[in-house]
């Protein structure tokens, strides 16, 4: 931590941020520039809140050194965590596609959709059984009867499953059905979901929230890591941003970023990432492109009479033409599909 | 609902726009214009996603005209909602002031600044038993002892409490002490939470989230209101920008715009909305002066050694300098303090 | 500035780091810490950019500690600026109101809307001659027809007038008719346009841009300055966001951060940074409750037939009655209207 | 344009809108529907600003339907337009290479940057010689000399040579010697430079302002093209938004939608775009797979010592490394390189 004083700080200020900082039973070790001085902090300073000293008199701004996370920091762990979900494995060389219907609703459906997907080479089947919705009066999804069908779909097609757990009671339902418990973006910072999930026996994936940072996902896993969960996925969904022609905006930046800090993979989600199912083939090449270790996109064979987000959802045989093409696609960034 | 055909759609796609309306139990109705076909649409359209059209051949956007939300809205009910909270009357003539510690710590911290907030004149006393934190390293809250405190407090000191409720494990423990539930910005869109919310018996206090738009937080209001709760606060707490000189930008516009689409009470808080003690009491009086119904204020005796948001907190002299503006305020805009 | 060296930083990358910054002419500043190595630097380090460092093998971030402006800061003139524009001066204890049409469009309506203005107190007139349209298609303004039209305006009602200036073409022909430059959001950062202000006779009024921060608004301000022109007031105008209830997010914490940072005063202009009639006045409110040394408010006698911008011109009834507002509220805050 | 009636209204307040249309010489279309009035307008609509009808008693809101765009958009001209700049050939099969230095700094840097991408395939190359920056003691280009060293790398290089205008009145001579006017992020809405550009004998490539719709984009355009310029090429080059570990986010799905709306070619920039060395070739790559026609990347082979955006330059050896990749990946999305 880094504390930097105001140009026109006195010495009686400066002494007295020293002497708080030693209070605190930290190292201040000042440092007197041409303008102002700066007073680097040595000792533990993880436990306390960074701006704790930003009022005192004299001090201009507190800039914090140390990443407040461990576990999932690629500094502790240098090489890549490969995460299996019911034998599939996410982070390493193999590019993972992820498919399904946004919504289970009814077995038929569901079984058509993982049929298709199956064929044209999807490694994991998505389906959502508790659905979060903005409004009350949308439809909320088919709960235990969605994880009975997904598990029937698992047994019939031999493809894994994961679904999108919503709260803390259903949890014990879902870890025993689902292979992956999905934590959805507008979970990202539900704590006490966190807590139990990182008490849980199946690996988990954890979505950005719509305006959180990297470093606030990057915490979020932690909560998981430090639970004792040491199979995390992270995915990038969109972000919220003033740009109004997709639902949300796609940064796929962050796929870079997060494989700097962290060890942990990282899969793209270009179907909420823009709303848009004209968008979604284009987005999803564009994620494997610059290196993400798994894709998820919705695929619907009526998506005009689905239930719940039908204009995200590509078409089976857009699916498998994207599958072709990211089969071409992932040799150029050393990858296979 | 409204489908705008592109300018050079077919006559037999804007049938088969026709067709699919009609299939969906709708009254579609063309209205050729001179450069392109719009279709009205009218039936019960809520009960349809938007953009399930968007897709179909020819058609260049949809427009969704109702609002999504109806017990929260003013439409259905023109006059001000009023929420009793322990006694204190939310949204009529007197500007409520809710304030206390960011967490509570101890029962000497708490009546400590129970004491001096009483006394300078604030309605409602505010502190954190459970916490939610970015990190999982850092102070969560002492739980239902917390509660306890706050209990205590209201005793001592004859004033009602409102603290947050985290989760649904919870809920009832918090009911049970606290005379309001405050859901946090980051659980406005846990809909299991606001379910559960939407059943009690003590009014909630719903902050907007932290990338929400105005339509997001009336809809997750709807939650509690259509669950049988009437007795909702909505607050505004900042919003996530681009913008680094705050924690986040606090929009006081979106009082103005709550007040014009719903009949519940709204809150300012410009602790969290600010981040910076030197920013709290300006936009306090902002708050008051755009026509919040109440603010919410963190006061700590001690920030510097606060075990959460210190830096936000103001302290009781200034909270009592607050007091005496917005005394003096008030009147400007027909209310009192 | 200050680097901070990875966790797995070698002594060979840390020498090479210093050897580095001495090759700049900079003395670095070693501090090995528990966990990593920072390294201060001293010496001129406004002349390098910030981040050339970054990419050497080692480094984990680059920290700029100094502010990079400087005649525009507080630490070098601690007083308020008072900036004179034709005899009404902003940043004393008076809040300056500036009101006038969006555009001008005929010399009976540039009459009309001066003659309602300064009766109801309106100490500076405004005016567009020259406007910034999104679309080719829109109405571009008078141009110089316009400049006259505000010449008269001023000398019948004896008021100061200012007006948008576009361009350096027509720079001269607005310096020469206005009492003040207003340099609108979308050219703060049109350089050229800046350094012909630069060297002005009259004041400039800088609006911050619609995703500037408020160290870019500084620098921008800084160009003025540095110029040789002294006279420079600020202005908050709104932000662009996520939210879409409003045209802009008004960001009054900005009027806070710029007193803080700077020396020069600080308007507000709630009808771009709303766009909507009903919330100019509440927000008009709310900036002079959070400091703002003046505010400039759009006013039409028919805003359904004005040429720009009508929906967010408030009626001249209303002026008066928010002059009023603001004649009560004003003390509040230590100051007149 | 639609106009949507409050529930409440009357039939007084929508008779009054009725006749306030018709006044505007322009055909109410009124709508019944069950719950509210919807009053469709045929006619001109062009002409009015959308908004000026919003404030009439009973309105609830104002849609636009048309958009205000032509020559840009799609509808008027279905086919691709190709724009050739020195001969080659943008928004055609093959996907244009642009690299160069973010800075001209002197003939000999950039004849050693221009023979580096030359060899490695570059179809143009830029550099700049005027430049935008934020604060007035940076580096600010070698204005005329920064360009006669351009227009000898052409002549020696064989290849076209792109760079910044940053106003009008060095227009006239960048039109002289570039093969290409580059209009900059912070110029999008400088509609004199917009205009006078609309008038060169030269091609233009717009970039997308840093908080820019694309409907403001393509306005921007519009200026252009109805002024007579055809040639216009735009780019993506992030936008501002609240993340923070990218100096902007990069907006790929900018390029589809772009594509879907208007005729004109799309370039990316991943070096502003994301403003690190280490992001550029995952995101040039990505730029590429989600169909831009172009990419422009700067390259500098002493990114350390660089007088501007180092940071953000890759060395020419990557960029050999980025265009084999861009060769195998090409092929993919049916383009060559």
Avoid: W
């Avoid at 490969?82 to 399904?100: L, Q, Y």
């Avoid at 999807?122 to 059984?129: K, T």
């Avoid at 903005?134 to 009867?145: K, M, R």
């Avoid at 966190?194 to 026996?201: E, P, Q, S, Y």
């Amino acid at each position: 931590m880094l504390i930097v004083m105001d140009r026109l700080a006195t010495p009686a200020q400066i002494e007295s941020v020293l002497d708080r900082i030693r209070s605190l039973g930290l190292d201040p070790h000042p440092n007197p520039g041409a303008q102002r001085t700066a007073i680097g902090i040595t000792g533990n300073t993880g436990a306390i809140d960074a701006p704790v000293l930003e009022e005192l008199p004299g001090v201009l701004e507190i800039i914090r050194v140390s990443h407040p996370y461990k576990l999932v920091s690629r500094e502790v762990q240098p090489e890549n965590s490969i995460v299996p979900v019911g034998g599939v494995c996410f982070g390493g060389e193999k590019v993972i596609v992820v498919a399904g219907p946004c919504a289970i609703e009814s077995l038929d459906q569901a079984r058509t959709i993982a049929e298709a997907v199956k064929k044209a080479g999807a490694h994991v089947y998505r389906g959502g059984a508790y659905k979060p919705r903005t409004s009350p009066y949308a439809f909320q999804g088919l709960g235990e009867a969605g994880l009975e069908i997904m598990a029937k779909v698992r047994e019939e097609f031999e493809i894994p499953i994961m679904t999108e757990v919503l709260d803390t009671e259903t949890l014990p339902l879902v870890e025993q059905y689902s292979d992956c418990l999905q934590i959805g973006a507008r979970n990202m910072q539900n704590f006490s979901l966190l807590k139990k999930a990182g008490k849980a026996n199946k690996p988990v994936l954890l979505k950005r929230g719509m305006s959180a940072t990297i470093e606030e996902l990057l915490l979020s896993a932690e909560y998981l890591l430090s639970g004792g969960n040491r199979n995390v996925i992270l995915c990038e969904r969109g972000v919220r941003t003033f740009a109004d022609h997709t639902r949300n905006t796609l940064d796929l930046s962050a796929v870079v970023a997060i494989h700097r800090l962290s060890h942990l993979p990282v899969m793209v989600d270009p179907s909420h990432g823009t709303g848009k199912r004209h968008k979604v083939i284009p987005l999803a090449r564009a994620a494997v492109a610059v290196g993400a270790d798994s894709i998820m996109v919705e695929v619907h064979h009526k998506p005009e009479a689905a239930l719940s987000d039908g204009p995200q959802a590509i078409l089976p045989d857009q699916f498998a033409e994207l599958m072709e093409q990211l089969g071409r696609l992932a040799p150029v960034v050393g990858r296979t599909i």
